[in-house]
């Protein structure tokens, strides 16, 4: 069973900064696609970074250059490094994974994504 757990979430003010991470259990990891997104309420789900089995990523334009994907293969996490916080990046973020080596133009489609953590509320405060 493959199971994604995240954690980091908070309440900050505009301008600060927040690390979130996804624990993966350790047989999927190395080989799996995975994703950040996320959905605030009365919105759809948003892709906002992700990256491929070897490393490459992609980020959304409204996240470009303030939010940073990262895994850690050793300790089996996922990270999301977010600065520059403004209002707007508020909402439950989500990690995700699939085995399928989706090429890096699709992974911000949560269509494409078949293991989903249950979340992690991120809070910006003007």
């Known amino acids: 069973q493959v199971q994604l757990v995240e954690s980091g979430g908070g309440s900050v003010q505009a301008g600060g900064s927040l690390r979130l991470s996804c624990a993966a259990s350790?047989?999927?990891?190395?080989?799996?696609?995975m994703g950040w997104f996320r959905q605030a309420p009365g919105k759809e789900r948003e892709g906002v970074a992700a990256?491929?089995?070897?490393?490459?990523?992609i980020y959304a334009d409204s996240v470009k250059g303030r939010f940073t994907i990262s895994k850690d293969n050793a300790e089996n996490t996922l990270y999301l490094q977010m600065n520059s916080l403004k209002p707007e990046d508020t909402a439950m973020y989500y990690c995700?994974?699939?085995?399928?080596?989706?090429?890096?133009?699709?992974?911000?489609?949560?269509?494409?994504?078949?293991?989903w953590g249950q979340g992690t509320q991120v809070t910006v405060s003007s």
């Open positions: 990256i491929d089995s070897a490393g490459t990523t």
């Open positions: 350790g047989s999927i990891y190395r080989s799996y696609c």
């Open positions: 995700a994974a699939t085995p399928t080596p989706w090429e890096l133009v699709f992974l911000l489609t949560p269509g494409v994504f078949t293991n």
